[in-house]
T-cell receptor, first 113, second 113 residues
């Protein structure tokens, strides 16, 4: 079972900010939140990750709530090329034998012209 | 281009056969991950290697095996193939266990007839 819950699909108008939510209520103190996206059947692409502070890079911003039970990925100015499935996962940084990486079904984001 | 290469791009084979998928990680990356993505299962983590040693194991069938060689490339061996093994197989690499952002390859599409 996925450790995260995401809406199955979302629409966003081109040029607007896309805000993608993710619930991870059972996250452990040493688990990071990672976001990836997959365009068509290409290999997933890393977007951003964080532990408890908000993070920003050239692609997106990641807002993590203070209790770390949820987060939001923000694409500030969505373009048609941002149409993809977005995956939110939680995982430890250094995996041990019993650790797993669980990708849920993600959110299918449609950018509308 | 993530810098991770996978060969072959496409593979068509028959049930009962054995195939080998190959992955070359990004230059400098020591860790390799394998994933399976089928239509009804989403992205499933199979196994992780770090510097030649198996690190973490996910939902990998006993018919499947993998290894990472001294030059850090990895191979995923699939044997006694079944129709249900038809899927996209992705390899990902990361620098080290402490900088574990994964970069995915373009995938190998396996079709079992």
């Amino acid at each position: 079972d996925a450790k995260t819950t995401q809406p199955p699909s979302m629409d966003c108008a081109e040029g607007r900010a896309a805000n993608l939510p993710c619930n991870h209520s059972t996250i452990s103190g040493n688990e990071y939140v990672y976001w990836y996206r997959q365009i068509h059947s290409q290999g997933p692409q890393y977007i951003i990750h964080g532990l408890k502070n908000n993070e920003t890079n050239e692609m997106a911003s990641l807002i993590i709530t203070e209790d770390r039970k949820s987060s939001t990925l923000i694409l500030p100015h969505a373009t048609l090329r941002d149409t993809a499935v977005y995956y939110c996962i939680v995982r430890v940084a250094f995996m041990n034998r019993d650790d797993k990486i669980i990708f849920g079904k993600g959110t299918r984001l449609h950018i509308l012209p | 281009d993530s810098g991770v290469t996978q060969t072959p791009k496409h593979l068509i084979t028959a049930t009962g056969q054995r195939v080998t998928l190959r992955c070359s990680p990004r230059s400098g990356d020591l860790s390799v991950y394998w994933y399976q993505q089928s239509l009804d299962q989403g992205l499933q983590f199979l196994i992780q290697y770090y510097n030649g040693e198996e690190r973490a194991k996910g939902n990998i069938l006993e018919r499947f095996s993998a290894q990472q060689f001294p030059d850090l490339h990895s191979e995923l061996n699939l044997s006694s193939l079944e129709l249900g093994d038809s899927a996209l197989y992705f390899c990902a690499s990361s620098v080290s266990p402490y900088r574990d952002t994964q970069y995915f390859g373009p995938g190998t599409r396996l079709t079992v007839l």
